[in-house]
Nanobody, 124 residues
Framework: QVQLVESGGGLVQAGGSLRLSCTAS????????AGWFRQAPGKERAFVGS????????NYQDSVKGRFTISRNNAKNSVYLQMNNLKPEDTAVYYC?????????????????WGQGTQITVSS
């Protein structure tokens, strides 16, 4: 069993930056791919980006490419989402997730463990 806890959310002005952290319990997390998803009010949960187990392969949704960066530190059982040049349309609850595979996916169904979510609000 893996438990995920996100932190780092908050309110930021457009053009600003935030860094989300996701810390996991359990050794096995370092062998799992991880992903970040977000859900805006009235919308379905959407893929933001993912990272494979070793941290050398990342994938991003087109709208965040060049602005968001995912990284991980397996020694700390943690995954990070650095968000730069934030836009009002990035406003959402952001979720960290862990997949039961080493290779990342953009599909929520491939992720077995989820954090509780953290709110990001970008004001214009």
């Amino acid at each position: 069993q893996v438990q995920l806890v996100e932190s780092g959310g908050g309110l930021v002005q457009a053009g600003g930056s935030l860094r989300l952290s996701c810390t996991a319990s359990g050794h096995s997390f370092r062998t799992y791919a991880a992903g970040w998803f977000r859900q805006a009010p009235g919308k379905e949960r959407a893929f933001v980006g993912s990272i494979n187990w070793s941290g050398d392969i990342t994938n991003y949704q087109d709208s965040v490419k060049g602005r968001f960066t995912i990284s991980r530190n397996n020694a700390k059982n943690s995954v990070y989402l650095q968000m730069n040049n934030l836009k009002p349309e990035d406003t959402a609850v952001y979720y960290c997730a862990a997949a039961l595979t080493m290779y990342s996916s953009s599909q929520p169904r491939d992720y077995a463990y989820w954090g509780q979510g953290t709110q990001i609000t970008v004001s214009s």
